[in-house]
């Protein structure tokens, strides 16, 4: 059997069983591959004579720009020609800071194929920032649009030295034109054929408590590991995909590329300025999206609509990114009869746990391990435990975990200790083996003597009309050691004043046990990562530095005093 055989043979044994997650996570086994090189033995061979859309992408003002399986395929073979004219070679490192456009998958896939190892980064990446990836990342070649290639106007020159700049959109004085590729032969080989265990994509964290770790994932662990991924959104071949997701990070290479191009779907995007929940519902029913998959930020905006308004065709709702509250489940199973799936992965590993299509779904938890994961939940002394961190067994070590951190031997030794690899992350697991989340590691703490989960409190505030976003933090006390406080944002016509805080508080008191109470409010705006993930390190900073007892300002308010 060659190696496309088998990867073929282990993706279409996860779509047989999509809806038997007990069959696919017994039988589910990785392909072994060496040679394998997912763009030019998968994809070119996909897409031979495949006039099928690989990808649509729709603006607000309604031009569209589409590419069938064949058109990416040579165009890809026209942009890896481009680079090895200017010198890319196997192993180069390259900045990809595009947003939804073309070029952004025609570069991907060039890459691929090349062996150039690839850096997504988000357009909104500016100063310190980008210098700081442009160091550590040994970036090499850069491919980015306008607004990007300004951002490297403000750099120092000397961090600009040796950078091969190319820019989508137009011709700029210092810059290689990227439509320079159309003049480009549409077949392509490599000088160095790139191998499954080569470097393929690096990618920095979010930061959300130290400074970004650079990813390393594999030809391999990516294009191939994210048949869990396809298995847990429930792609099907020719579905219309919908990922509502910013290039630049793990995500979006997660359902915007190599997910629905494994399932041999329509990748399908809408660029919008400004979030128009009318608009992105009118989207959904005029292009026939079968499968949608959107953040919790989003899915809590769209419940403001009458969502019954809206005869969607959808068949698969998914959300990402961070766990999603159950009262936003409730409001759109109402509405549509359909249930939002949830699931959990890391930039480090692919999607790991989720409720795939066909399992029965269980309130607040993230579902099973998916085909191919191994999961254990470890206490603090490293024993099997009903709630712990969430690690994955590398005696059965996933071909879907990156390789490592690049370039810092101390956190791979830290993260793939004693047998696992530690995600950082803590979760408990019922009789039936279903996960649910309890938060990061960092961010569990415990008030009175009792572990306090910020997720469960931050789930409870949001189904108060007047909460927006949460996030809860320990505060000292000086009885108590720690209360839970919560920093809120409110959502648009409520006041931060007493009479808010005091409705907060009330509700509360209704959903949560009295000894994991919400002590302490603060109307005030979040600090987020660049990719919006909240920086409740941040918080809990601000939290030890005070001196307990009294509300520090105007917008904090104590529960004690509405007693």
Not at 263 to 268: H, S
Not at 283 to 303: D, E, H, S
Request: neutral net charge; glycine residues 8%.
């Amino acid at each position: 059997m060659t190696e496309l055989e088998r990867f073929l043979a282990a993706r279409d044994f996860l779509q047989r069983h999509a809806d038997d997650h007990a069959r696919a996570a017994a039988e589910f086994r990785w392909p072994a591959l060496e040679d394998f090189n997912w763009a030019l033995d998968y994809f070119d061979h996909i897409a031979r004579d495949n006039h099928t859309p690989a990808l649509r992408i729709l603006e607000e003002s309604g031009v569209e720009a589409a590419l069938t399986y064949a058109q990416l395929a040579a165009r890809s073979n026209q942009v890896a020609n481009f680079l090895v004219r200017l010198g890319a070679v196997k192993g180069d490192r390259m900045l990809l800071m595009l947003g939804n456009e073309i070029p952004l998958w025609e570069a991907m896939l060039a890459a691929i194929k090349l062996g150039v190892v690839v850096i997504p980064a988000t357009t909104l990446l500016s100063g310190a920032d980008l210098q700081d990836r442009l160091e550590r990342g040994r970036i090499r070649f850069v491919i980015t649009n306008a607004a990007g290639a300004a951002k490297f106007d403000e750099l120092p020159p000397a961090s600009l030295a040796g950078l091969c700049r190319i820019g989508v959109g137009g011709a700029r004085p210092g810059w290689a034109d990227f439509r320079a590729a159309d003049a480009e032969p549409a077949a392509f080989a490599p000088a160095t054929r790139p191998t499954a265990r080569d470097p393929l994509l690096e990618y920095f964290t979010s930061g959300t408590t130290s400074r970004p770790k650079l990813v390393q994932h594999s030809h391999a662990s990516y294009p191939v590991g994210h048949l869990s991924t396809m298995y847990w959104l429930g792609l099907k071949p020719g579905d219309v995909h919908w990922t509502i997701s910013s290039p630049g990070w793990a995500k979006h290479a997660w359902s915007c590329v190599f997910a629905p191009l494994n399932a041999q779907a329509t990748i399908f995007i809408y660029n919008y300025t400004r979030f128009n929940g009318p608009a992105i519902l009118e989207v959904l029913v005029r292009n026939a999206v079968q499968t949608l998959c959107a953040p919790p930020t989003v899915w809590r905006m769209l419940i403001q609509e009458d969502l019954k308004r809206w005869p969607v065709r959808l068949r698969e709702l998914i959300s990402a990114g961070e766990p999603l509250n159950p009262e936003v489940i409730e409001q759109v199973r109402a509405a549509w009869g359909l249930t939002i799936r949830d699931g959990f992965g890391q930039t480090e590993t692919t999607a790991m746990i989720g409720n795939s299509p066909g399992q029965a779904l269980k309130p607040g938890s993230m579902g099973r391990p998916l085909p191919g994961y191994r999961v254990a939940l470890l206490d603090p002394d490293g024993r099997p435990a009903d709630e712990g961190e969430i690690c994955i067994d590398l005696a059965h070590r996933p071909l879907s975990l990156m390789n490592g951190y690049a370039g810092d031997d101390a956190k791979n030794a830290e993260v793939m200790r004693d047998g696992h690899y530690h995600t950082g992350d803590v979760g408990t697991r019922d009789a039936d083996g279903y996960i649910t989340y309890v938060g990061r590691a960092d961010d569990v703490f415990k008030a009175s003597g009792y572990r306090i989960s910020p997720f469960e409190l931050e789930s409870a505030l949001i189904e108060h009309p007047a909460v927006a976003e949460a996030a809860v933090v320990p505060s000292p006390d000086p009885v108590r050691g720690f209360v839970p406080k919560a920093y809120v944002i409110l959502a648009p016509g409520h006041a931060p004043d007493a009479g808010t805080a005091r409705d907060i508080f009330a509700f509360l008191r209704d959903r949560v046990s009295g000894y994991k109470l919400v002590r302490r409010i603060e109307f005030s705006d979040l600090p987020k990562t660049i990719s919006g993930k909240i920086r409740r390190v941040e918080l809990r900073g601000q939290e030890a530095g005070r001196a307990p007892g009294a509300a520090r300002n105007a917008r904090e308010f104590l529960e004690e005093s509405f007693r």
